[in-house]
């Protein structure tokens, strides 16, 4: 693994393997035990949207490592006056030793791996949010002590939650079936792939979805980017993709909820069932940070420290 740019580019071993380091670097951090394995390291991160988590937890993550993080505003960037992202890679890899970037276009992650000499982390594309999936699986096996044979249900727009869930779920082994409305579905490459995916459904109707769910994830209903078209979209999502009591009265009975944050509350998630699952919910916000510095880890070649 030399780079996180989506998890199809994950093996299951090599997913499992992150959300072990994960919890691993958790329960280090419970006993007060020092984590300093990558003292001298400088970790770029380029932020082109805005983000609380994601910022928060790769810059503490970092710090707890030994590392030092540097965050890098796409408004005080060159980048945003026009030097390529091939030159930006060039350059940053002669200073860093690994970047993190959360920006619209999945190339642009692409393009700073292919042309850049150090780890690129995608911290989300409009395309992919794969540090949010890690985090997620990481919950869920906390919550359930498995990830393998559980079904998962998505319900709401099918954007980067969506699309990285797909690949992350039938990845760890978990079954996925995803429910947006037509016009809003998933990656079209990424429905083909899974189309005949024995685990895999996607369908119109949250209740089809959501039926016997051992786990139902959420997000927004307009992302960063699509926020022009969010009162069409209000339109579109409203009652029917929604998480809310009735919805998961047709899930397990111990259905777990997920959602990455930041929540509109009464749109893709009722209030009740958000502080309902309000705990598992924050976790899952906590375990950006676990995870996100298994990640760091393993990309900076030094998984030998851990475990
Ligand atoms: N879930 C998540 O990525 O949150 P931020 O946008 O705050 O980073
Ligand atoms: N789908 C959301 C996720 C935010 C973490 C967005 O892209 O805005």
Same mark, same amino acid.
């Given at each position: 693994?030399?780079?996180?740019?989506?998890?199809?580019?994950?093996?299951?071993? !090599?997913?499992?393997?992150?959300?072990?380091?994960?919890?691993?670097?958790?329960?280090?951090?419970?006993?007060?035990?020092?984590?300093s394995?990558?003292?001298?390291?400088?970790?770029?991160?380029?932020?082109?949207? /805005?983000?609380?988590?994601?910022?928060?937890? $790769?810059?503490?993550?970092?710090?707890?490592?030994?590392?030092?993080?540097?965050?890098?505003?796409?408004?005080?960037?060159?980048?945003?006056?026009?030097?390529?992202?091939?030159d930006? /890679?060039?350059?940053?890899?002669?200073?860093?030793?690994?970047? =993190?970037?959360?920006?619209?276009?999945?190339?642009?992650?692409?393009?700073?791996?292919a $042309?850049?000499?150090?780890?690129?982390?995608?911290?989300?594309?409009?395309?992919?949010?794969?540090?949010?999936?890690?985090?997620?699986?990481?919950?869920?096996?906390?919550?359930?002590?498995?990830?393998?044979?559980?079904?998962?249900?998505?319900?709401?727009?099918?954007?980067?939650?969506?699309?990285?869930?797909?690949?992350?779920?039938?990845?760890?082994?978990?079954?996925?079936?995803? /429910?947006?409305?037509?016009?809003?579905?998933?990656?079209?490459?990424?429905? !083909?792939?899974?189309?005949?995916?024995?685990?895999?459904?996607?369908?119109?109707?949250?209740?089809?979805?959501?039926?016997?769910?051992?786990?139902? $994830?959420? %997000?927004?209903?307009?992302?960063?980017?699509?926020?022009?078209?969010?009162?069409?979209?209000?339109?579109?999502?409203?009652?029917?993709?929604?998480? @809310?009591?009735?919805?998961?009265?047709a899930?397990?009975?111990?259905v777990?909820?997920?959602?990455?944050?930041? /929540?509109?509350k009464e749109?893709?998630i009722?209030?009740?069932? $958000?502080?309902?699952?309000?705990?598992?919910?924050? %976790?899952?916000?906590? @375990?950006?940070?676990?995870?996100?510095?298994?990640?760091?880890?393993?990309? =900076?070649?030094? @998984?030998?420290?851990?475990?």
């Amino acid at each position: 693994m030399k780079h996180l740019l989506k998890l199809s580019d994950l093996s299951q071993d !090599e997913l499992l393997l992150l959300l072990k380091t994960g919890h691993e670097l958790k329960q280090k951090q419970k006993e007060g035990i020092e984590t300093s394995y990558l003292k001298g390291k400088t970790l770029g991160m380029i932020f082109q949207k /805005a983000s609380t988590r994601t910022r928060v937890s $790769f810059e503490v993550g970092m710090s707890q490592l030994g590392g030092q993080p540097l965050y890098l505003s796409a408004s005080d960037l060159q980048l945003n006056r026009g030097e390529s992202i091939q030159d930006t /890679a060039r350059v940053l890899s002669r200073y860093l030793d690994g970047i =993190m970037i959360r920006t619209y276009d999945q190339q642009d992650v692409e393009d700073l791996a292919a $042309f850049g000499s150090i780890p690129v982390i995608n911290g989300l594309t409009d395309l992919y949010h794969p540090c949010q999936i890690l985090a997620d699986l990481m919950t869920v096996q906390e919550y359930k002590g498995q990830l393998d044979q559980l079904k998962f249900a998505f319900v709401g727009d099918g954007n980067n939650m969506a699309n990285s869930l797909i690949v992350g779920s039938l990845l760890a082994g978990a079954s996925i079936a995803v /429910a947006s409305p037509s016009g809003y579905q998933p990656d079209p490459a990424i429905l !083909e792939q899974y189309a005949r995916h024995a685990g895999f459904l996607l369908t119109e109707d949250p209740v089809e979805a959501v039926k016997e769910a051992d786990v139902v $994830f959420t %997000d927004v209903w307009a992302s960063m980017g699509d926020e022009s078209e969010a009162e069409k979209r209000q339109q579109v999502f409203k009652d029917t993709y929604q998480v @809310n009591a009735k919805l998961l009265s047709a899930a397990a009975p111990d259905v777990m909820v997920q959602h990455c944050l930041p /929540a509109h509350k009464e749109e893709e998630i009722t209030a009740e069932v $958000f502080e309902q699952h309000a705990e598992a919910i924050f %976790d899952e916000a906590e @375990n950006r940070l676990h995870v996100q510095k298994a990640v760091l880890l393993h990309l =900076m070649g030094v @998984n030998a420290h851990v475990s």
